[in-house]
């Protein structure tokens, strides 16, 4: 069974190569890539061979070393992302998953909303950047009738790099400025006039191709009565092959695509067996068809042969994949399009009824092998609203599992209004899909289909049905509920809650997602404990229902949680295990789970706090990157916070404000949140800089007029986006601070330090902690200072937090002053050290950064000479001569495995790599000219 999330890959490979074709090389010569040339068009009716000359091109330019990018259009490629998708993956195909292209993909996999001309700019750069020469080939392209893709192919055409060409195969001219382009001898086109067969061309494909033997006479009358035309020549070539005199046959043959039916039917079809023609006229209705679907649909057992014979003949059926077997040994075909399209107008005509009862059996079969957008095609061409309706009900489920919100979005898009008001499961699984993209401008029609669903109530059969609506209904509400808003009433998502979960007895996994928005309720409510044990209850009854995207959901969570109490190890421990027992079961069950890349993304944000940066932006990326961009944002909220940080403390500014605008992009509804960020990291780099401080003070301006008078209390969580409105609370904070307004912090930080203080969220107390030294710090108020400093000293050490002392110049001010009057702890020793190094290496060419002066490095030049014993400046005296390991033990009567200690101690503490850095080092701090200097700090 293939996963209903792939895509059709053989739209992405050239059709195998026809036996019974000739190599038209006279053609070929005029398909050539100059570098001055933007399209290669090959325009002409249908019949005239303009995809097999594209595979032979194809074929041509892999032998000279150009990478070909195919893609096979036709009806369902007129929505934009659908089109976005598989332009992507065929150049993603061509140039490798190293190509920069993944992230493109995942955006228009996420939302049908995306803007497809917008990434664009991405795609070219990423073909900028590989050294392969390629050429994408678009076949079928006049089937593409939507505005928006014909500009977006424009705009690679007119933007596209030298080592990149296009190349289209249309019936009908494209809407470009190809009289502009031909004019500046940027275009080389072939039309119908280029493809006609030759008199020598009509000759080589008759008598050797189709082994007619036919006597030139014969051949110049058929060819002027086809007029070339190389379908014309097949067909007719086809009728000739079953009469043995050939004149009768040639004269009838005329153009007009009457004549051309009439030719199919009585010289091609009614000579075929009766078995044949209706095997042939019956299978017309499938895109792609192999001999399992047929044999089902069709009720009968020998397909697999019919459809052997039908490819030696030559009967316009194309074996896909090359004609090699697919997955259970089977093989996929396709009629030509002309040839399907005559057939499948003739048995509408013929039996209409037939065929809407073929394609409802199509359906079903494609749905029952997990082909579920194909099994879609075929239940919108029943001609039966109401059973392509129970279609998607019944299968939206499966998407939803799959994470595939975008397209249940689309099929219920595809139905009548008349349709969608009398089937309430329709209305609920298009709210269910827009609410997942927890975004407010999808709120009122989320909320207008709600309401149909209530007025349609009655339509429903079954007790379970009824049932089901409410409680979709109810999950609706909640994802309403997480969508940003500082004035979410996480208590009403508790009551809702508990009132499902009443209704179902202890153990039932059916209480799963209940108690899992229970704890999501107080989480938001800052009750720690409570969504602790709640979201532990959960994840048993998921493992047992086999809802593995809801266990890793409630993983993040309780790793979220533990972070915010303070409890990193345990928070590191829930990650690891989680991942551990959840690949086994992803690997036993054949399931994908992109949310597998939450965890990462959890581990990473511990793994920064710790000082482990570069463990930490990899964790990150890989959880970004294994999400996808169709994962509830909040999760990759959480994972570009964290990753901006991290390059911030890198200095890589650039990077860090980039991260800052995907997610605008990503999660609009809280683009006024990741302006704070961007302005915090702008004035922490450049805090002199009038215009970043005006940007500053207009934020805080912007920010509090939102929320009202007061700022609120933030709790933890998705609901409502707490969690983010929780951080963009601390940056007004810091900012204000920054800014010399430390007074307007000082009423909301003491009430929320309360708050913290009371549930256990040790996490947050510490970063509060820290907010109220610098406070007290910047109204020269040092004595609370030191106090608040002390408090989050005591707090952190035992639980291993690092990071969180690397805020401000204020807070680097406040530590000196507290390292001057004594505190001589390894602990913060420690945290000085590690902020020192991101200091010193954190300038780089994508910095955006001014360097600026360390007032760490007096604190550790004295710190790191108190710490050196005599032995150990000996030592290091010995190495700056140049004198081996042996050299020194001799001369200290020391073992060399003693030396080898003393010098990893200096190494150590020096914080370097290896002598010369150890040599430099001691002399810029003067260890070199200090003699005794160890005796004189013991006396």
Request: with cysteine.
């Amino acid at each position: 069974m293939e996963p209903i999330s792939s895509l059709i890959l053989t739209k992405l490979r050239p059709p195998a190569p026809r036996s019974r074709t000739i190599w038209r090389d006279r053609l070929l010569q005029k398909l050539t890539l100059e570098p001055n040339v933007d399209l290669v068009l090959v325009c002409a009716p249908a019949g005239y061979g303009k995809t097999t000359l594209l595979v032979d091109w194809s074929r041509q330019l892999h032998q000279a070393g150009i990478t070909v990018s195919w893609y096979s259009l036709d009806e369902s490629d007129n929505h934009p992302i659908t089109f976005g998708i598989y332009l992507i993956a065929s150049l993603e195909q061509a140039l490798g998953k190293d190509s920069g292209l993944t992230p493109i993909h995942q955006v228009l996999r996420a939302s049908t909303e995306t803007d497809l001309l917008s990434l664009l700019p991405a795609v070219i750069n990423s073909l900028c950047d590989t050294n392969k020469h390629v050429a994408l080939v678009l076949d079928d392209y006049h089937l593409i009738r939507t505005p928006l893709i014909h500009q977006a192919v424009e705009f690679l055409i007119s933007h596209r790099p030298e080592n990149f060409h296009i190349a289209i195969g249309s019936r009908s001219n494209p809407t470009f400025p190809l009289a502009l382009w031909r004019a500046r001898g940027r275009l080389v086109e072939l039309r119908a006039s280029d493809l006609r067969f030759v008199d020598e061309e009509t000759k080589l494909f008759l008598n050797d191709s189709m082994q007619l033997d036919l006597p030139d006479e014969l051949i110049t009358r058929l060819a002027e009565q086809v007029e070339g035309w190389p379908a014309g020549l097949q067909l007719a070539a086809l009728s000739l092959a079953n009469h043995a005199s050939y004149d009768h046959t040639v004269l009838p043959f005329t153009g007009g695509h009457q004549q051309q039916a009439e030719f199919l039917l009585n010289e091609v079809i009614n000579h075929l067996p009766e078995e044949v023609q209706s095997f042939l006229l019956e299978t017309s209705i499938f895109e792609r068809m192999n001999a399992a679907v047929c044999d089902a649909i069709l009720g009968i057992e020998n397909s697999a042969n019919i459809l052997v014979q039908l490819e030696q003949a030559n009967l316009f059926i194309v074996a896909l994949d090359g004609g090699e077997s697919g997955e259970n040994g089977t093989t996929w075909y396709r009629y030509h399009h002309l040839f399907r399209d005559f057939l499948s107008t003739w048995l509408t005509i013929s039996q209409p009824t037939r065929a809407l009862d073929l394609h409802r059996a199509a359906a079903k079969w494609f749905a029952a092998h997990g082909l579920l957008y194909e099994g879609a095609y075929h239940a919108f061409r029943s001609g039966d609203w109401s059973f392509a309706a129970t279609f998607v009900e019944q299968h939206s489920f499966t998407l939803i599992i799959h994470s595939d919100i975008a397209t249940i979005n689309e099929w219920c898009s595809s139905f009548p209004e008349t349709v969608m008001s009398n089937h309430p499961l329709l209305c609920i699984f298009q709210a269910l899909a827009l609410a997942y993209r927890f975004q407010g401008k999808y709120r009122n029609l989320v909320e207008a289909r709600l309401h149909q669903a209530s007025l349609a109530m009655g339509n429903l059969v079954t007790p379970e049905e009824s049932t089901g609506v409410h409680e979709l209904t109810a999950v609706v509400h909640t994802f309403l509920a997480m969508i940003p808003n500082h004035q979410a009433d996480a208590n009403q998502q508790l009551v809702l809650s508990q009132s499902h979960l009443a209704g179902y007895p202890p153990g039932d996994s059916g209480r799963f997602p209940w108690l899992l928005i229970a704890g999501y309720a107080h989480q938001a409510l800052n009750c720690p404990e409570e969504a602790k044990r709640t979201i532990e209850e959960a994840l048993p009854l998921a493992l047992h229902s086999g809802l593995f995207f809801g266990m890793v959901e409630a993983t993040f969570h309780l790793a979220r949680l533990a972070f915010s109490q303070g409890r990193l190890t345990d928070s590191l421990d829930i990650c690891q295990n989680g991942q551990a027992e959840f690949t086994i079961l992803a690997n036993q069950s054949g399931l994908v789970l992109p949310a597998l890349g939450s965890l990462e993304v959890a581990k990473g944000c511990i793994l920064l706090e710790q000082d482990h940066l570069d463990e930490a932006e990899q964790h990150l990326r890989q959880g970004i990157d294994r999400m996808g961009l169709g994962m509830n944002p909040y999760y990759l909220m959480t994972a570009y916070f964290a990753l901006a940080r991290v390059y911030e403390i890198q200095g890589r500014l650039v990077d860090a404000i980039a991260c800052f605008e995907r997610l605008d992009t990503l999660w609009p509804d809280i683009q006024r949140i990741t302006q704070g960020f961007r302005v915090l990291a702008r004035l922490r780099s450049t805090p002199e800089e009038v215009g970043v401080q005006e940007a500053a003070r207009d934020w805080l301006n912007i920010y509090q007029a939102g929320l009202g008078d007061s700022l609120p209390i933030f709790g933890l969580g998705p609901v409502g986006a707490a969690e983010a409105y929780y951080q963009a609370n601390l940056n007004w904070m810091r900012l204000q601070i920054l800014l010399n307004q430390p007074q307007a912090v000082q009423a909301y930080l003491d009430s929320h330090l309360r708050l913290v203080q009371s549930k256990g969220l040790v996490g947050r107390e510490i970063e509060l902690t820290l907010i109220q030294a610098q406070m007290y710090h910047q109204q020269d108020q040092t004595g609370p200072a030191l106090m608040a400093l002390n408090q989050a000293v005591a707090l952190s050490r035992p639980r291993g937090f690092v990071r969180v002392f690397d805020q401000s110049a204020i807070l680097d001010d406040l530590i000196h002053i507290a390292v001057q009057q004594g505190d001589r702890s390894n602990y913060l020793r420690s945290v000085l050290s590690a902020i020192r190094r991101s200091r010193r290496s954190g300038i780089g060419e994508n910095s955006g950064c001014t360097p600026q002066r360390n007032v760490y490095e007096d604190i550790l030049e004295v710190e790191l000479v108190e710490r050196l014993s005599q032995r150990e400046i000996e030592v290091l005296r010995m190495i700056a001569t140049g004198a081996t390991n042996q050299e020194i033990a001799e001369r200290y009567v020391i073992t060399i495995g003693t030396v080898k200690s003393h010098i990893h101690h200096i190494f150590r503490k020096l914080n370097v790599c290896n002598r010369t850095e150890a040599v430099a080092q001691a002399r810029k701090l003067g260890l070199m000219q200090i003699e005794g200097i160890s005796k004189t700090i013991k006396a």
